[in-house]
């Protein structure tokens, strides 16, 4: 099956345009319909599953569950070759590739040694990001998306826009458009009889295919195992059905044993999907044994870098924890806004805005780490208790340090900087930008937009609009309020007495910001 | 079966892991010390003096399964029973069912309800034909309500996943409160510790990828039917 014609969403010019697909995006009502709703709907699920289940021990848990991946992480090297001893031991056969070039070609050329026709392929976020299906289907094997999400979006020549819910931006009208017009059904959008017509089609595919392609959600180091979690069950066919099984799993997935795999599997669907585990869980160790009346006659691992090892320098390791559940998208204001696509690469939301830019380069992904009001939802989220919005400001000072941020942002900082050095500077500072912002009310304010605000904020004046300069990248999106007529310091002044008194805190009563 | 085995020299496994060493800082692999253990206090989400069989039903059920108990007299009949009502016709029928229901293969050819072939040409794509999969499980999982399958010597992958039905029988003796206790018994039960394939199953198969409208049976099963064989 080919995907129809057309720009692929995340085949984007590069240095990435954040600001045009943000903008394109907040735009789209539709999109921020479902996408806002459904992580809205998902992020609640989290939150009352996990405290049910762990209550109060939640927050320890999660870094329980961190320190064991940063542990793993720490001795990649030796988790690594114990896990290739052991699936090799249990009949697997193991590849490393240095690039997903690479990884694609391991891929194909088992596909070619097998004489392989049609691959039915299992959801897996670091095939999206090898680009595994063009490649397939380009060296004529027909490769079928078998998660219902995938194989319309495959139906469709769309992308994943969410790691869990790939298409969380479609609605049901163009599920039901989308089949009519590539399998010739009748229309319907009834979410059910929708997927009963995948359901058929794709029981066709899994009696025909020979390769079966999935991804991993887990290694373990012990047992050589890879471990599978679907609902659907389609993993389960493409690994059992067809004659040859390739995985094609990140390096980052180990755990050390059966026993820690269950510290993540209590967390990694509670986290993604408000469930207690995945409908199903697998967990793979080598081929069919001979004795055995069906399962792959060949396993192959394929282990994939592709940057993974750029990351895993002490500032950045953390970030290989993630276990891919999207609870940080589904928290993120941001994420919820703009959509998946908006972020120009297979991982979107909060952990893609750190590590694209780590994976595929920070000059051309540099305003994703910007992607952010730093506002901490995504760490709190997360059940490996990654720190998020430290990475995402420790990109932004690289992007300022490597000169990647523009000579007036730099200019504008180091002003910034100079003004906060003494008391006197920032007094000077804050006073020109008062005189500069209440002028410019003066000439190019107006009244809020919304006549349902407060009086004081209502008047003539009260918002710039139109700013000039730096300004203008603020007010295309929203208005700016201009200064108060008083600043702070003068009301503190004026209210208690002298402003460089000795500070006390006075019960009962709370300052009013400026 | 063919196993060829690839060439070991080249398939960029040393690169790897040199690759890795560069990044950790080092050039020898270091002495590997334990890793934390899991936090059983933190993790643990049913205790061994829980109600077994009882948790695993209730728990079953809020996932999505039909779960009941049985005596184990009664199983055999409980399984016919369950398959007359869905109007199945043939099964795809693991080795171990008759050891937890006993009589089994007496009465379902009593009720003209065949067994579709096994290891023959068709391989897995048999399962295709049949109306339900009814198996043996290894353990149930109390806590969450999971059904723990192993692949080996009848008993194939596909009678759990490719019939529209599935039939599971558990013995009571064999439910575990939490996954953290299901890995010793994995280890203590001959031909699960090395099975090419265990799989948790906690539900009917399900998707909500359409607008997060639940929708069961999308590739696997639509409907689990749980009986838990008490007192075995």
């Known amino acids: ?514 | 079966m063919t196993r060829p085995t690839a060439p070991r020299s080249d398939d960029g496994c040393a690169a790897l892991l040199a690759r890795v060493r560069a990044a950790l800082g080092r050039d020898t692999p270091p002495r590997l010390p334990d890793p934390p253990p899991p936090d059983d206090a933190l993790l643990r989400l049913a205790r061994p003096g829980d109600a077994s069989a009882a948790l695993f039903v209730e728990r079953a059920r809020e996932v999505g399964m039909e779960a009941e108990t049985v005596e184990p007299a009664l199983a055999a009949g409980r399984v016919v029973g369950v398959l007359r009502e869905a109007g199945v016709r043939r099964v795809a029928l693991h080795d171990d069912a008759e050891d937890h229901a006993p009589g089994l293969a007496r009465e379902l050819a009593a009720a003209g309800i065949l067994a579709v072939e096994r290891g023959g040409p068709a391989g897995p794509r048999a399962l295709f034909d049949a109306d339900a999969g009814v198996t043996g499980v290894l353990a149930g999982v109390a806590e969450s309500g999971t059904l723990v399958c192993v692949s080996g010597p009848g008993l194939s992958r596909g009678a759990s996943l490719v019939p529209p039905l599935h039939v599971a029988l558990v013995r009571e003796s064999r439910i575990v409160p939490d996954l953290l206790d299901l890995w010793p018994l994995v280890r203590r039960s001959p031909g699960a510790a090395a099975a090419s394939s265990l799989t948790l199953i906690t539900g009917p198969s399900k998707t909500a990828d359409i607008e997060g409208v639940l929708v069961t049976g999308v590739h696997g099963p639509g409907r689990v039917r749980v009986l838990v064989v008490t007192g075995s």
């Open chain 1, 1 to 514: 099956m080919k995907g129809r014609a057309g720009p692929h969403p995340l085949d984007v010019p590069l240095p990435h345009d954040l600001r045009a697909a943000a903008g394109r995006a907040s735009r789209d009502v539709a999109l921020q319909q479902f996408v806002g709703g459904a992580t809205l709907h998902k992020d609640r699920g989290r939150r009352e599953t996990c405290r049910r289940a762990f209550g109060e021990r939640y927050d320890a848990l999660r870094r329980h569950a961190g320190a064991i991946k940063q542990h793993t992480l720490d001795h990649l090297d030796a988790y690594l070759e114990r896990f290739i001893a052991r699936a090799r031991e249990s009949g697997a056969i193991v590849h490393a590739a240095a690039t997903a070039a690479q990884a694609n070609e391991v891929c194909l050329a088992v596909a070619r040694r097998h004489g392989c026709r049609l691959c039915v392929k299992s959801k897996s976020m670091v095939t999206e990001e090898t680009g595994l299906l063009a490649a397939l289907e380009t060296a004529g094997v027909e490769t079928v998306e078998t998660d219902l999400g995938e194989f319309i979006l495959q139906l469709d020549g769309d992308a994943p826009s969410h790691i869990v819910t790939p298409m969380i931006h479609k609605d049901r009208a163009a599920v039901g458009r989308a089949f009519a017009r590539e399998l010739g059904v009748a229309y319907t959008d009834d979410p059910r009889r929708l997927t009963m017509i995948a359901r058929e089609h794709l029981r066709e595919k899994y009696r025909r295919a020979d390769l079966g392609v999935s991804g991993g959600n887990f290694l373990v180091a012990d047992t050589g195992s890879v471990v599978l979690c679907t609902n659907e069950g389609n993993g389960r066919f493409c690994t059992g059905v067809p004659r040859v099984h390739v995985a094609m799993v990140g390096i980052e997935k180990l755990v050390p044993s059966m026993e820690h795999l269950t510290v993540f599997l209590k967390l990694l669907a509670r986290s993604g999907t408000a469930q207690p585990l995945t409908v199903y869980t697998q967990v793979i160790t080598g081929p069919r044994r001979p004795d055995e009346d069906d399962g792959p006659d060949e396993v192959h691992i394929i282990l994939v870098d592709n940057g993974r090892t750029g990351l895993l320098r002490a500032e950045s390791r953390e970030l290989l924890r993630c276990i891919r559940c999207g609870a940080c998208l589904n928290a993120c204001p941001v994420y919820r806004t703009i959509g998946g696509h908006a972020y120009g690469s297979v991982y979107s939301g909060p952990i893609g805005a750190v590590i694209t830019p780590a994976l595929r380069g920070l000059r051309d992904f540099a305003a994703l780490p910007h992607a952010s009001s730093l506002c901490g939802a995504c760490f709190e989220a997360c059940p490996v208790h990654i720190d998020i919005p430290r990475h995402l400001t420790r990109l932004r000072a690289q992007i300022v340090e490597q000169r990647i941020a523009g000579w007036r942002e730099r200019a504008g900082m180091r002003l910034w900087g100079l003004a906060l050095r003494t008391a006197w500077t920032y007094r000077l500072a804050a006073w020109a930008q008062r005189l500069v912002l209440r002028r410019l009310a003066r000439r190019v304010g107006r009244r809020s937009r919304d006549s349902a605000r407060a009086d004081a904020a209502h008047r003539p004046g009260a918002w710039i609009h139109a700013g000039p300069g730096p300004l203008r990248a603020w007010t295309q999106e929203r208005d700016f309020p201009a200064p108060a007529a008083r600043s702070f310091r003068q009301w503190w002044a004026r209210e208690r007495g002298h402003a460089r008194a000795p500070r006390r805190d006075i019960p009962g009563q709370r300052g009013t910001p400026a």
